[in-house]
């Protein structure tokens, strides 16, 4: 094992300006903004005093009309996803494929650390694990150079000579994707992985992508192994985080794959090209969800993201502050990346084409939207059901009334079945029941949305990393889960 630091700070990779976080709103979109509120505020007042103008009624029929629309669209994109889903041809790697003893390429692992030192022995060994030759494999363990938790606790432990401690200097972003560009520079393998500190891959998984790439065109630059989670059963909130990722990695991220939509990845177990994804610039050290953002930029480059099917196991957030900070850091991710690539919606829908494009909307930012909104349309039905509907069917036209009638109540039930069927095709047979509950996890997920939205509007919290801890449930915990996949 050795330590060193990166003085260069991935020079080498060349970020377009246009692809970066670091301004919340480029310059068309403040003037745009800023026009749009101004007549605005010029037209509602004008509506109260004249006939000349919209008046405010007519406003707030237009948002309720609009973000009703989306709501339906959402619902309709969701279920088509879900169904095209067990039908994907996502890659699958035979064993005898695996064992064939092929040349093996160089392989770098990178795993960024920031005080994970309760979860380091285990994570070494897990690495320690991975079937693939140790003169071949690079595994660059990335730690903060002011870490004085990680650092010592890496001290006390006997890494194998593959293993190298690699010291992110001071001054940049203190962001995962600015250390995983550190050890992007340093990476001397033909492919890339990233595994964040709690994760357990199979083992295998390294040899299943050469094996996968050998097979696929250039234009495959990633393939997304499939998330779980090793701990379902510690208690309410995990198991509806983990009927989430079933939904989305067992059904839903296959769905954009059958569909060759822009894939969001997933963060870690992302298996990468060296070569493009230098080519890309890395990841956006100011984005606090780089993977979502880097799918999105494979997508424009004309590459494609890839599902593979094997398994990386993680620890789910079983402390609901811990879950609302990493949910927020989340979906303030997925804002910035919006916007980022919203800066210029021709070019971006020149670059995606038609289909792509919608898709984009859809899942960056029609979703983001109704999880901001939920929480007002849930007091607008206790209203209805509190005093009549005299109140508020002033705001909805009939057609409107009844699409949104539609889309609570199919909607609400297919998000439940949608939750449901990710438990079976994980084979979480117990979390079924608990899913009658799920209206209750996207009330937290509203709250995660609004305190993401007021951090993106403040400066000082714009681009801050809100730390999740791991490390909060023992082994034990692992027990009764599926070792691999059901219904694959």
């Known amino acids: 094992m050795t330590t060193s630091s990166s003085p260069d700070r991935a020079a080498d990779l060349v970020l377009p300006e246009r692809y970066s976080a670091f301004r919340l709103l480029s310059r068309g979109q403040a003037v745009t903004l800023a026009v749009t509120c101004t007549v605005l505020a ?21 948002f309720v009309t609009g973000v009703t629309i989306v709501y339906v669209l959402v619902i309709c994109f969701r279920c088509v996803l879900v169904a095209a889903g067990p039908g994907a041809r996502v890659i699958r790697v035979r064993d005898q494929d695996v064992a064939a003893g092929r040349d093996l390429p160089a392989y770098t ?11 380091l022995p285990g994570l070494v060994e897990t690495l320690r694990r991975l079937d693939y030759p140790a003169d071949r494999l690079q595994v660059l363990l990335l730690v903060e150079q002011d870490d004085g938790i990680t650092r010592p606790a890496l001290d006390r432990l006997e890494l194998p000579p593959q293993f190298e401690v690699v010291l992110v200097p001071e001054g940049g972003p203190r962001t995962k994707p600015n250390a995983c560009n550190v050890g992007l520079a ?27 790439f050998a097979e696929q065109p250039d234009r495959v630059v990633c393939l997304q192994a499939e998330l779980a989670y090793w701990n379902p059963w510690t208690n309410w909130l995990t198991r509806h985080f983990a009927a989430e990722y079933a939904l989305t990695f067992a059904l839903a991220l296959r769905g954009l794959d ?3 939509l822009p894939v969001p990845l997933g963060g870690t177990s992302n298996h990468f090209r060296v070569d493009a994804l230098r080519a890309l610039g890395g990841w956006d050290p100011h984005n606090v969800t780089e993977d979502a953002d880097l799918g999105v930029r494979i997508a424009r480059r004309g590459w494609d993201v890839r599902v593979i099917d094997s398994v990386t196991y993680e620890e789910a957030n079983s402390e609901l502050g811990n879950w609302i900070r990493q949910r927020s850091r989340w979906i303030k991710g997925y804002f910035q990346t919006w916007l980022v690539h919203m800066r210029n919606p021709w070019r971006l829908l020149r670059e995606l084409g038609p289909r792509r494009f919608a898709g984009f909307q859809l899942v960056f930012g029609c979703t983001t939207v109704t999880t901001l909104v939920n929480p007002l349309f849930w007091s607008l039905t206790c209203l209805y ?48 029941p608990t899913m009658l509950t799920v209206p209750l996890y996207w009330a937290l997920m509203s709250v995660a949305a609004y305190k993401a939205l007021i951090q993106l509007l403040r400066p000082s919290k714009r681009h801050h990393w809100e730390l999740t801890r791991h490390g909060l449930v023992g082994d034990d915990e692992a027990r009764g889960v599926p070792s691999r996949l059901s219904g694959g």
Not at 42 to 62: D, E, H, I, K
Not at 109 to 119: D, I, K, M, N, S
Not at 404 to 431: I, Q, W
């Open 42 to 62: 010029c037209l509602v007042p004008a509506g109260v005093l004249t006939s000349a103008a919209p008046p405010p009624l007519w406003w707030a029929r237009a």
């Open 109 to 119: 692992v990178l795993v960024p650390l920031h005080r994970e030192e309760a979860v």
């Open 186 to 212: 340093r990476a001397t393998g033909r492919f890339c992985v990233i595994y964040d500190a709690e994760d357990r891959p199979e083992s295998d998984q390294l040899r299943k992508v050469v094996a996968a």
């Open 258 to 260: 059958r569909f060759r």
């Open 385 to 432: 059901l509190a005093v009549g509907p005299e109140r508020i069917e002033p705001l909805f036209p009939p057609a409107v009334l009844y699409a949104g009638t539609a889309a609570m109540l199919g909607g609400n039930l297919a998000v439940l079945y949608h939750f449901m069927a990710g438990c079976m095709e994980r084979g979480l047979h117990r979390a079924v």
